[in-house]
């Protein structure tokens, strides 16, 4: 029923159902449209959704903090009407703030010492009210953390003011860097100047090439071979310091040095003052920065006119000996710093019968040795080669005089002093003691008699030599006195010999006078003998008489 009334109704007005048809097709495409409008702004709004939250979350993660005051959007209809405050997360953790992003900007002020409160509200106000960016450092009181602070103003492409942000960076591990690096470079330019200070006083010029052989470094006596001319005027010009005749020093030694790597000096003759000068010129090669490819020069300049002139002077004194030890009957002879024979005198060639001809030839100290073996007229040793070794060896240990005795299988006795030259090498000097070691020993064994016979006397003797020093007793004086032999060997004068007397007249009120008396009767030869009266009740009987050599022999006797 309602099918045929639809089909009426279509057939009766057939236009008005295709009006129908086409505002319901539009209505449709419109929707569609629509919807799809919908989704779209849909999507967008989340990926500018999604950006906003990566944008604040990268600011969030950034190591500095930030406080921000948000201006009102002039374009739109802004809810906001005020200047709105907002503190970053990193900014509550660094300041430790206890309302954490709801912190205001007066809480972050507290922060700071007062000084510091006050210049930061200056250069916030001058932020806000003119946009006057700013940059400064300031320290936190709590835990003298140090912060850079950096003030400015966002303005959007169109005009309209964003935000005024101060940014809070931690720079305390910088500063402590820098700290650290401004002391050290303090510290380092500290020793430049004391190196500077070390290189220009010292007393004698030096300077420094480079790998080209140019002078790029030079100290202030080096400046004084050129007057009126700076350092930037040497250095810049090449100039280095000429011998008298007009040459470079040592521009050609540096070459030298350079190219073995090897120190190199050379003696040179330079006019200063008016006056002719001797030095000595040294260049020393050494590696830049341990390069092995790159090699500088250091040079020096050292006055030797004095040493100069006493080399010439001992040179001449040296001739001058050697003339009077050529005239003297000791036997001389120098072995220079070779260990070759430099000099002799005929009582040396005498003494070991030694061919002229072979002598002149300048034999080593060691073809001397084998000549003299040879006429056996060295000490008969096991070991040759070891006694050499160790005669040439003495040329670098002997460095004070030094007397030793060889005793030759011809039963002579050769006194040998060896004295280091100061040129280098050795002088020997040669003496036969032979006939004055035979004359030693009869005297020894003289001595040797008399001390036998004065040991076989029963009477006490004593004898003093001609200076007045006890010099021979018996055993009988020992044994009358109660003294010590110790004592008497160390040749006491008859004043200590008497007092060694003391503990036998106690009973003697001056003993003194007493002593006098009894050195007066000993010295007084007209005195034949005078007997002494001890504590012991002993009486001993004293006898003095003056020997043929000027000593003094006393007799002991006990009664």
């Known amino acids: 029923m309602t099918f045929e009334l639809l089909t009426n109704m279509y057939y009766a007005a057939p236009e008005l159902w295709f009006v129908l048809a086409v505002i319901f097709v539009l209505v449709s495409a419109l929707g569609v449209f629509y919807w799809f409008n919908f989704l779209r702004m849909k999507q967008?709004?989340?990926?500018?959704?999604?950006?906003?939250?990566?944008?604040?979350?990268?600011?969030?993660?950034?190591?500095?903090?930030?406080?921000a005051f948000i201006y009102p959007d002039e374009k739109v209809d802004d809810p906001r009407h005020h200047i709105v405050e907002h503190c970053s997360r990193r900014l509550a953790v660094m300041l430790n703030l206890t309302d954490g992003t709801k912190s205001t900007f007066s809480q972050v002020l507290e922060n700071f010492y007062k000084e510091d409160m006050k210049k930061l509200q200056k250069y916030t106000e001058h932020l806000l009210a003119d946009g006057i960016a700013f940059d400064d450092e300031f320290v936190l009181k709590n835990n003298a953390k140090k912060l850079r602070l950096s003030g400015m103003r966002i303005n959007g492409v169109d005009g309209n003011i964003y935000c005024d942000m101060i940014w809070f960076r931690d720079i305390s591990f910088e500063s402590q860097i820098i700290s650290e690096l401004e002391s050290e470079k303090r510290n380092w330019f500290k020793q430049i100047i004391q190196l500077e200070d070390l290189i220009n006083n010292i007393p004698y010029p030096v300077w420094m090439r480079d790998d080209k052989l140019n002078i790029f470094?030079?100290?202030?006596?080096?400046?004084?071979?050129?007057?009126?001319?700076?350092?930037?005027?040497?250095?810049?010009?090449?100039?280095?310091?000429?011998?008298?005749?007009?040459?470079?020093?040592?521009?050609?030694?540096?070459?030298?040095?350079?190219?073995?790597?090897?120190?190199?000096?050379?003696?040179?003759?330079?006019?200063?003052?008016?006056?002719?000068?001797?030095?000595?010129?040294?260049?020393?090669?050494?590696?830049?920065?341990?390069s092995l490819d790159k090699i500088f020069t250091a040079g020096a300049l050292i006055d030797i006119t004095e040493l100069d002139d006493f080399k010439r002077n001992l040179k001449i004194h040296q001739n001058a000996h050697l003339e009077i030890m050529g005239k003297l009957g000791t036997a001389f002879a120098v072995f220079d710093q070779n260990q070759r024979l430099a000099f002799y005198n005929k009582a040396f060639v005498m003494l070991w019968k030694l061919d002229e001809s072979f002598l002149e030839q300048q034999p080593n100290y060691s073809a001397f040795l084998d000549m003299l073996r040879e006429k056996r007229l060295l000490p008969e040793v096991p070991d040759y080669i070891a006694f050499k070794n160790g005669e040439q060896k003495d040329f670098n240990t002997i460095i004070e005089s030094k007397e030793d005795m060889l005793h030759l299988p011809n039963e002579?006795?050769?006194?040998?002093?060896?004295?280091?030259?100061?040129?280098?090498?050795?002088?020997?000097?040669?003496?036969?003691?032979s006939d004055k070691l035979a004359t030693r020993r009869a005297y020894n064994s003289l001595l040797s008699v008399q001390k036998e016979t004065l040991e076989n006397l029963f009477d006490a003797v004593v004898i003093f030599a001609a200076d007045g020093r006890l010099s021979l007793f018996n055993q009988a004086y020992v044994n009358l006195w109660e003294v010590d032999a110790f004592e008497l060997e160390k040749e006491p004068s008859l004043s200590e010999l008497i007092e060694m007397q003391k503990k036998f007249f106690t009973k003697i009120d001056n003993w003194k006078a007493l002593k006098n008396d009894i050195i007066n009767h000993i010295t007084n030869f007209t005195t034949k003998s005078f007997i002494l009266n001890r504590d012991d009740v002993d009486k001993v009987e004293v006898m003095a008489k003056n020997l043929s050599d000027e000593s003094l022999m006393i007799t002991y006797k006990k009664l």
């Open 217 to 290: 470094q030079i100290n202030k006596k080096y400046m004084e071979f050129f007057e009126n001319k700076s350092r930037e005027d040497i250095l810049s010009n090449h100039l280095e310091i000429q011998n008298v005749n007009g040459e470079n020093i040592s521009k050609n030694l540096a070459l030298v040095a350079h190219s073995v790597n090897k120190p190199k000096r050379q003696t040179v003759n330079i006019i200063k003052n008016g006056e002719r000068k001797v030095y000595e010129v040294i260049e020393t090669p050494f590696h830049v920065e341990d």
């Open 44 to 67: 967008k709004n989340y990926f500018l959704n999604r950006d906003r939250e990566r944008y604040a979350e990268t600011l969030y993660a950034s190591k500095d903090g930030y406080f």
């Open 412 to 433: 002579q006795t050769i006194r040998r002093v060896r004295i280091p030259h100061p040129m280098g090498g050795i002088v020997f000097a040669y003496e036969d003691v």
